[in-house]
């Protein structure tokens, strides 16, 4: 079956236009960043995964088919989404950031909504995770399944997009982080052919 893809609307009511627009942060907790981040989660707005910035040389390794915690704490609050998505050999492999639907403001333009994919479809792991309309008193946390492949230096990206949201002309609507993973075949598995074969 064909995936669809379903808009999901945050708080639209609560909208006002003449209230500054506020720019949601995270910082990536788990996996490790592959970039050294502040206290606020920056860099983060240049997609595919937030930099430029400073390498932060962490690998984490997983067993394909097994599944990956997923672990972010927003700095910054903003109503919305995120998303997880994994590329094998390059990061042009990485999915466009989700599509918004915008409204006119004095400012300029607003997001409302943001495209979902569901169910996802590879590269996506996992879309509309954490979805909120109100500040997270908490740290977020998730499993996603990883597919049974083997890659050297997989870039898993980890991306917010966000509601009530001016345009921002490094990332839109969407902020931004990535780790790298080093996933080894479970044998006892059959390779996930959704991916394709790492490229040495």
Do not use: W
């Not at 609560?14 to 860099?43: C, M, N, V």
């Not at 998303?83 to 006119?104: F, G, H, M, W, Y």
């Not at 230096?153 to 997009?161: P, S």
């Not at 509601?163 to 390779?191: M, R």
């Amino acid at each position: 079956m064909k995936a669809s893809q379903k808009s999901i609307l945050f708080g639209l009511v609560a909208i006002a236009f003449t209230t500054p627009a506020a720019f949601g942060h995270f910082q990536l907790l788990e996996p490790s960043s592959a970039l050294q981040e502040s206290p606020l989660g920056d860099p983060q707005k240049v997609a595919p995964c937030g930099g430029p910035g400073t390498a932060s040389g962490k690998v984490t390794t997983v067993t394909g088919g097994d599944k990956l915690h997923i672990k972010i704490k927003e700095t910054v609050f903003h109503p919305g989404f995120y998303r997880v998505a994994l590329a094998v050999n390059s990061r042009d492999e990485l999915p466009k950031d989700p599509q918004a639907i915008t409204e006119p403001s004095p400012s300029g333009p607003k997001s409302v909504a943001g495209a979902i994919l569901y169910p996802p479809v590879a590269p996506v792991l996992a879309d509309g995770l954490f979805q909120h309309v109100a500040k997270f008193d908490k740290e977020q946390e998730a499993d996603v399944n990883i597919p049974n492949i083997n890659c050297s230096k997989c870039t898993l990206q980890v991306i917010e997009f966000m509601a009530e949201h001016g345009l921002n002309k490094d990332g839109d609507y969407t902020y931004h982080h990535c780790a790298v993973l080093q996933i080894t075949a479970n044998p006892a598995k059959p390779i996930d052919t959704r991916f394709p074969a790492e490229q040495k």
